[in-house]
């Protein structure tokens, strides 16, 4: 064994603390108009740069294990832990939004002049973390009719362009599910077998509202209706040219054959090979979600201390943040996959050579 030699380092280099704790600059103290609560203010926007540029690196190397034409099953698992930090980061980031509401309205006032036109819409690494996801300058919710990247330096607006040119986890994850086997064989038909069960399990629920004493006959009339509308967005959303004419409009965005995949990983998620698959979509919608919360909870910060206030940066505030909590989730359509599932009781029979490839099966 090679002798290595390591040398010692000590705790405050490694973490460059006299960097980090030397980065509060407090304009209040350099133009000699003190305002405590600055410093407050300051380190948890740090704080935040930080966690940013920690979710960036767990997104990198998450689409670089997806990237491959051929996904090795271990990865999926690597893909699922580091998806549950960027969950957990969220939690933090959310949770410290109870810490700059100790920041009363007074207290922001005492320096919020000395800020302007400095504002979060400037955060270059949040900005990568939207793209990286897969936010499109077409979905994006402006201010001021102004574009993002117009903040920005000339070396950082290149940087975003290529990113959003590039493939994001959205492109990666939909190539992934797309290149999902078992939806069709020669004898078996997921989407046939799956649209037989809708067709059987309406039957049954419109069957044991007339044989109910407790539901009389309008409730009758209008529970069917929902039945049949219920069926009619089920078979529409499995009609392929149906739903490419809804892609090009804009009404949704993944692919169809990623969505059908999508669709059978959640239906059949306790057979063992798709166990990886849907703990990576759930994550995937978890992240997509904590996101919507974040800019929901930072929004109502942001009226609790502004008000209507306009924003530093020029931006309409509160409203404006209202709107980015819905425009800007990126992954909705597999939220929206919850709308297509059936209960298990009604699930189509897997024949017996489509269970052994989703299974792990064993032979002496």
């Known amino acids: ?56 690196h767990e997104l990198k190397s998450i689409m670089d294990l997806l990237r491959p034409e051929i996904v090795d099953e271990k990865d999926i698992g690597k893909c699922v832990h580091r998806f549950s930090r960027i969950t957990e980061i969220q939690n933090v980031m959310i949770a410290q939004i109870k810490v700059i509401e100790t920041l ?41 009719q102004k574009i993002y990247s117009n903040e920005f330096t000339e070396e950082q607006k290149k940087e975003l362009h290529d990113l959003e040119n590039g493939n994001s986890l959205f492109d990666i994850v939909e190539k992934w599910l797309e290149r999902m086997p078992f939806i069709s064989s020669d004898d078996f038909s997921f989407k ?15 069957d044991a509202m007339k044989n109910s004493k407790y539901v ?3 409730q009758t009339e209008l529970r069917t209706k929902m039945i049949d509308q219920n069926k009619q967005y089920i078979y529409d959303s499995l009609n392929e040219n149906l739903h490419n004419k809804q892609v090009k409009e804009g009404n949704t965005r993944i692919s169809y054959k990623a969505n059908v995949a999508a669709l059978m990983i959640n239906l059949y998620r306790e057979q063992p090979i798709l166990r990886g698959p849907y703990n990576l979509i759930n994550k995937i919608v978890e992240m997509d979600e904590q996101f919507s ?10 009226m609790r201390i502004l008000g ?28 929206n996959i919850s709308t297509l599932l059936i209960p298990r009781s009604e699930l189509p029979e897997l024949p017996k050579n489509v269970l052994d490839k989703l299974g792990f099966k064993y032979e002496s």
């Open 1 to 56: 064994m090679d002798n290595k030699t390591f040398s010692s380092i000590h705790y405050s280099n490694y973490l460059q603390l006299e960097k980090i704790t030397n980065a509060q600059k407090l304009r209040s103290e350099e133009l000699d108009q003190p305002a405590h609560d600055e410093m407050l203010f300051i380190i948890i926007h740090q704080v935040y740069e930080l966690w940013f540029k920690q979710i960036i």
């Open 216 to 218: 009389t006959p309008e």
């Open 308 to 335: 209507k206030k306009m924003g530093t940066g020029g931006s309409s505030g509160h409203e404006y943040l209202m709107k980015t909590v819905l425009n800007h989730q990126i992954f909705r359509d597999l939220h």
């Open 104 to 144: 009363t309205p007074l207290d922001f006032l005492d320096f919020r002049n000395l800020l302007v036109p400095a504002s979060g819409f400037q955060s270059y690494q949040f900005r990568v973390c939207e793209i990286a996801m897969g936010l499109k300058m077409e979905m994006r919710t402006t201010y001021n």
């Open 293 to 302: 919360m974040f800019r929901y909870r930072h929004s109502q910060m942001v």
């Open 192 to 206: 046939q077998e799956y649209l037989h069960s809708v067709d059987n399990m309406a039957q049954s629920q419109k």
